[in-house]
């Protein structure tokens, strides 16, 4: 039977010493490959922008960002500083599958919350893709949740760049993200959380659910102290649902405050893949 991965047993390398991944390879023997050969960088490269191939890639464990290598159009009414094809270059994506050195990885018996925010907490209501959380009982229900225009996705995720800028999360890549959310049979489910106050969303992150581990990508707050609900909320949340730990991905000190754990590769990998399991 022929492979649907055909370079499943080849690994390419650019210029700089990056691993190049195509849709013909297997993610998750890049993954073992970058594991056994001590690959020293945190991102691969790919030059694809195929729903299919991305979704490969997070399921693999790998955390999906993108950068644009060219420019922005210039603005309307500004005439180019020379003449000619290359004067204004059109933006030039990439997408750059990231498998940290160092993962952030939250055990939930490790959740730490304080006293000051644990008076905030009744005051808000989470909600997953704008359903309240309680109506949404274990991880398979996760997968079946509706990506229509009543969901909260698509303002979390532009407020996500609206606050943070579109550095790594770029158009291209958004797109994909939608595209994916949008197609059930995709291996993964993109999905936001949101903490809710009075009847308006005050804070809320997106990310991706594999399997039954979550991956955070990006977050906002508007308020202070609800960026810390939503977190504390979101965990409690997953821990009930049966995921067996959240993947918080870059390391950062406000996640060690929240009782996150950095952890190496090989242990993430262990954890992220017996989490595939249902």
Not at 12 to 20: D, F, N
Not at 56 to 69: R, T
Request: aromatic content about 12%.
């Amino acid at each position: 039977m022929t492979s649907r991965f055909p370079h499943r047993a080849l690994v390419r390398y650019t210029a700089s010493g990056h691993i190049l991944i195509d849709p013909r390879d297997d993610p998750d023997w890049i993954v073992d490959a970058m594991l056994a050969t001590g690959y020293d960088e945190e991102f691969c490269l790919a030059l694809d922008f195929e729903a299919g191939f991305v979704a490969d890639l997070m399921k693999a464990g790998f955390l999906v960002m993108s950068a644009n290598l060219g420019e922005e159009p210039e603005g309307e009414g500004e005439a180019p500083h020379t003449a000619g094809p290359a004067a204004n270059p059109l933006p030039q994506y990439l997408l750059l599958p990231k498998l940290h050195l160092e993962r952030s990885a939250l055990f939930f018996p490790d959740l730490h919350v304080t006293k000051t925010i644990r008076r905030f907490l009744p005051r808000y209501e989470l909600r997953v893709d704008g359903i309240p959380a309680g109506e949404i009982q274990g991880m398979e229900a996760l997968f079946s949740l509706p990506s229509g225009p009543a969901s909260d996705f698509d303002h979390i995720l532009r407020r996500c760049v609206e606050v943070h800028d579109d550095e790594w999360l770029t158009e291209p890549l958004r797109d994909l993200i939608r595209e994916i959310r949008a197609r059930p049979e995709m291996p993964v489910k993109p999905l936001s959380f949101g903490v809710y106050r009075d009847g308006k969303l005050r804070a809320g992150e997106f990310g991706i659910l594999a399997g039954k581990v979550y991956t955070s990508y990006s977050g906002y707050y508007d308020e202070d102290n609800a960026g810390s609900a939503q977190m504390i909320l979101t965990a409690r949340y997953l821990e009930q649902q049966g995921a067996p730990f959240w993947d918080l991905g870059m390391p950062l000190d406000y996640k060690e405050f929240l009782g996150a754990k950095n952890i190496d590769p090989f242990q993430f990998v262990e954890l992220f893949r017996s989490g595939q399991v249902w």
